[in-house]
């Protein structure tokens, strides 16, 4: 069975940093891309960040360039998301993701991925 279970998520204030951490269990994501995504209250869920399978490819919204940053692990399966300079408007529930056959393209919409974490809760106060 394929798990995504993220971990570090928490309450911060704006300005601080927080690092999230999604371990894949059940197979190996090393030739899969791999996806942060967010959705808040009310809202849809958004692409936040990708890595391709080698992490050459690195795209990210445009709301987070710059203050976020991606990287994956292979030998531990795992993803994790460096989030710096957070923000009120950063608040939301985070979600890793990845797409369950090999690809080199990293898509930035929810319905190119197919395996889901649970999500964790990153809020930022003012």
């Known amino acids: 069975q394929v798990q995504l279970v993220e971990s570090g998520g928490g309450l911060v204030q704006a300005g601080a940093s927080l690092r999230l951490s999604c371990t894949a269990s059940g197979r190996t994501f090393s030739r899969n891309t791999l996806g942060w995504f967010r959705q808040a209250p009310g809202k849809e869920r958004e692409f936040v960040a990708g890595i391709s399978s080698s992490g050459g490819n690195t795209p990210y919204a445009a709301s987070v360039k710059g203050r976020f940053t991606i990287s994956r692990d292979n030998a531990k399966n795992t993803v994790s998301l460096q989030m710096n300079s957070l923000k009120p408007e950063d608040t939301a529930v985070y979600y890793c993701?990845?797409?369950?056959?090999?690809?080199?393209?990293?898509?930035?919409?929810?319905?190119?991925?197919?395996?889901w974490g649970q999500g964790t809760q990153v809020t930022v106060s003012s």
């Open positions: 993701a990845a797409t369950s056959v090999y690809t080199t393209l990293v898509r930035l919409t929810p319905n190119g991925y197919d395996y």
